[in-house]
């Protein structure tokens, strides 16, 4: 069933309806005490998202109510900058806000800095933050950049401010990425995490913690200090104000493994008979209010698939393998017409894939294909992701991907990949006919990477349907290894603008690559 929420652009609208003008001083570069008491503070920084070659959504958060106000630059000077008048701040969205930025120039670095200005004194404003990023390019000679993995504040491991933090997004940043593919799992609603928690060898890991993190997420409040928790990490902001992001979003911003229509509950931590949907739906309001993400307007499902396009070079198709899905089960059955994805999605993935002139198309997906993740409940042997651990022909949820392989190989459809995280390791499978019990689909790669920061888990089974061969994988042998220990990975992929080849590079947190493969533009299969 699809699931509905206040769309929070109508609730700005009428915030800014009721507002004044707003006047500025235009020379804000020498304008005097920005952070005098009482003027509103933008504590939890600034992020970009969805950053296209001629626009881009500035995201910031108040403290109190206050005007958003975004001015732009072509040099961190701001002289002649562009300014933007975005929304009221107010209580209605958790005193965040996005303001979406258009008629950039593509190929460029944007520098912007975004006020915050009292309501009822609009010359009182707040100290400037400032962020940046690149648009993309419509000339393909500059090639692509980009990052992805997922996996953060995961099992209880939080901010530990003695290995440095979120230390992995340090790493990622000095590789200058043009954005970041976070592919789920931003939050981890239904953990908790304590002051510390102990280590193999006897020591201690030490959490920063929050009170939203002392209990499981259940109001709106809740899921909203969950996403205010990892912005409680310097590593993050930095990141935040230099590389855009392209969001995803899976289970864990709910609940482990959840799926629509499910209810749960027998008094501790959850009330007994609560309904997922509705919790889902308070968790989709607060990642819309934390993210500057585009949805699609007007729909009652708040839609989070969509395309991200970057110029000539590349397409990212992000799917959203959670909103749509059938029940975990066994997952054995022999027709399955609503699979992983809906009817909906598929055939609007199938339409975008045929449509995009783009050359790489990449496919990120939240859930792994071939890699067999396991939900089981009350004995049974029901099933989280696509595969089951039947090497047979397809059944259940693979049916759906069997029918998606099948209209890329028929379309011709060439430079597919497919990226994801949640398993927590890092691993590159390529599949194959020749190696499948389904055969009518061209050679593929699945790339694997995360978590950010989260327990590392032993690599996951893998299951024959589909002919995969992991050629690559790093996990450790023990559960639930804490980021201390290492284990957490992050991907990388690098197009050339010449060329077209794309590269994926496999890394570990503090960058050391692990796996590299380089793949040939123009072919359906590799």
Known sequence: MPLSFP???????????????LTLPTALGAAP??????????????????????????WVRSDRPARMIVET?????????????????????????????????????????????DPDDPRRTGEPVTGTFRTASARRRQGVKFLWSGDLAGQGWGINESIGGYRIFDAMAKLDPDFFLCSGDNIYADGVITATQALPDGSLYRNVTSEAKSHVAVTLDDFRGNFRYNLLDEALRRFN??????????????RNNWYPGEVIGTGTPYPAGTR??????????????????????GRPDGRIYRVHHHGPLLDVIV????????????????TDPQGILGAEQLEWLKRELSRSRAVWKVIAADMPIGLVVPDPVEGKANFEAVAQGDPGAPLGRELQIAELLRYIKHRKITGTVWLTADVHHTSAQHYDPSRAAFKDFAPFWEFVSGPLNAGAFPASALDGTFGPDRVFVKAPTASNVSPAEGYQFFGEVDIDGHSGELTVRLREYDGTVLFTRTLQPGRVGQ
């Open 33 to 58: 005490a920005f952070a005098l008491s009482g003027r509103p503070r933008a504590d939890w920084g600034v992020q970009a998202g969805d950053v296209t070659a001629d626009s881009g959504l500035v």
């Open 7 to 21: 769309d929070r652009r109508s609730v700005l609208r009428g915030s800014l309806a009721a507002s004044a003008a």
């Open 241 to 254: 104000a230099q590389v855009p992001n392209v969001i995803q979003w899976d289970d864990h911003e709910v």
């Open 319 to 334: 799917l959203d393998m959670r909103t749509y899905r059938n029940a975990n089960s066994p997952d054995d059955q022999t």
């Open 73 to 117: 630059s072509a040099t961190e000077s701001f002289r002649n900058p562009r300014r933007w008048r975005g929304p009221l701040l107010g209580a209605d969205s958790d005193f965040t806000g996005t303001t979406r930025l258009h008629g950039l120039p593509s190929g460029e670095q944007i520098h912007y800095r975004v006020l915050l200005a």
């Open 276 to 297: 997922l949907d509705d919790m889902a739906v308070r968790s989709r309001r607060a990642f819309s209010e934390y993210f500057p993400i585009s949805t699609i307007s």
